[in-house]
Each structure stands twice: as C-alpha cells, then as structure tokens.
Nanobody, 124 residues
Framework: QVQLVESGGGLVQSGGSLRLSCARY????????IAWFRQAPGKARVGISC????????RYASSVRGRFTISRDDADNTVYLQMTDLKPEDTAVYHC?????????????????WGQGTRVTVSA
C-alpha cells in the first residue's frame, strides 16, 4: 500500500508562487504515475498534471501549462508541483494520487492511492 502526503499549500497573492510536495511512502505499485488533481469550491475535481515514475514523462492540462512544473526527486520519493503566476482561479484543494499513465487526467480514477490534500488560496 502506498501512502501519499501533500504539503506546501497556503495563501498567496495573485501572481505569486507556491511549491507543493507529494511524499510517497510504502512499496511501489502498478500505478506508476503520480498525478495532481484539484477541486475548487463548488466545482468538480480536475486533473492538472502528472509524471511517470518510470520514464519521467510529464503532462499538463491547458489551464496550467506554462505556469506549473511537475518534477520528481527519486532520492526522497517526492513529487513536486511548482506553481507560478498563480491566479484566483487556481484556488482549490490540491491532491496527489497514483494513477495509470493513460488515466492521468481522469478524475474518476482508478486511483492506487489518494492523498488528503493541501489547500491553495490565491487572493486577487
């Protein structure tokens, strides 16, 4: 069983930056891709980025491409989401999850593991 723990959320002004972390604990699983999802208040969960643990390939949703960067540190089993040029519409709870590569943006899963989330609030 893989456990995921997110951190790094907070309150930031529009145009600011934050770096989210997703620490992974436990054995590896067949869900080899780490994905970031977010859920804004009153809105559906959406996938925004993912990275393959096997190849390092990355994918981004159009809403964050060019502003967010996903990366991994294999030494400490952590995936990062560097967020820049943040906008009020980026306000959400951000979760990381283990998924299949083909399901990178599928908010329905399936998910191997799901983190508890970290809240990001961007003020105008």
């Amino acid at each position: 069983q893989v456990q995921l723990v997110e951190s790094g959320g907070g309150l930031v002004q529009s145009g600011g930056s934050l770096r989210l972390s997703c620490a992974r604990y436990g054995s590896t699983s067949r869900y080899e891709t780490i994905a970031w999802f977010r859920q804004a208040p009153g809105k559906a969960r959406v996938g925004i980025s993912c990275i393959s643990s096997r190849t390092g390939s990355t994918r981004y949703a159009s809403s964050v491409r060019g502003r967010f960067t996903i990366s991994r540190d294999d030494a400490d089993n952590t995936v990062y989401l560097q967020m820049t040029d943040l906008k009020p519409e980026d306000t959400a709870v951000y979760h990381c999850a283990t998924v299949y590569w083909d399901d990178c943006f599928d908010a329905r899963g399936p998910f191997g593991s799901w983190g508890q989330g970290t809240r990001v609030t961007v003020s105008a």
